[in-house]
């Protein structure tokens, strides 16, 4: 038996299931429900030729909780900026604006993305995307698991019981962990979801009442005329 063997094996699995949350994380980043510039992190803007980090050419940044803005730090990364994030995420509602920097009072595009609406369709696909991700996700970390504690036993064999118990269970607290992480991930991007689309009801809601009030206020207007024409005759 080998405690270094059986400590690689450890390290190598634990390294596995952080990978395989990490990329979880990464991939629900990227389904934009809520404005996060964490989705635009692996964006690469071509300038003249050479692909450059979004973080070097522009600046990005909340403008409410649905939407975000980048802010290109010279006029010819505007058109390479713009082309990179539609390429990156075509969803995104987009409005260029020129405004005044305060520091240098000198003008500059602003680019603002809106993230797009979460209707009772969008809810449906998003939710079932989260829980498609979780599951393969879960399915590689069972796989890296039950392979680490594979490894771990053969390594181990002959060693007393209590022994390899105590690893396996370590082994196991690490997996919860990470298991327990991507439950929660989970968990908190389908709430995103929902209030997403509790926040386009709302918006719905509001929509309609304006319109039957501008309705009813048109219609009323138009029963005083018809009794004002009736008056002069």
Do not use: W
């Amino acid at each position: 038996m080998s405690d270094k063997s059986v400590n690689e094996i450890f390290n190598e699995t634990k390294a596995k299931l952080n990978g395989y949350a990490m990329l979880f994380y990464f991939h629900l980043a990227n389904l934009c429900i809520k404005a996060d510039p964490l989705a635009l992190l692996s964006t690469t803007v071509d300038v003249d030729g050479a692909e450059q980090n979004l973080e070097d050419v522009a600046d990005a940044g909340l403008a409410d909780d649905y939407t975000f803005y980048i802010t290109p730090r010279a006029p010819e990364y505007v058109f390479p900026v713009c082309k990179a994030v539609k390429m990156a995420h075509p969803e995104f509602k987009v409005e260029e604006k020129v405004e005044r920097n305060e520091l240098s009072d000198e003008e500059e595009t602003v680019i603002y993305y809106t993230m797009p609406i979460v209707n009772e369709d969008r809810r449906d696909v998003c939710n079932d995307l989260i829980k498609t991700e979780y599951d393969v996700i879960v399915a590689k970390m069972d796989v890296a698991f039950t392979a680490g504690s594979a490894k771990i036993a053969a390594t181990m064999m002959g060693a007393e019981t209590e022994a390899v118990d105590r690893v396996k269970e370590k082994l196991q607290e690490v997996y919860d962990q990470h298991k327990q992480m991507c439950d929660k991930l989970r968990d908190e991007k389908m709430q995103e979801v929902e209030e997403a689309y509790q926040k386009y009801l709302s918006e719905q809601t509001e929509q309609n009442k304006q319109a039957e009030e501008k309705q009813a206020a048109e219609g009323g207007q138009s029963i005083f005329s018809m009794n004002m024409n009736d008056d002069d005759e």
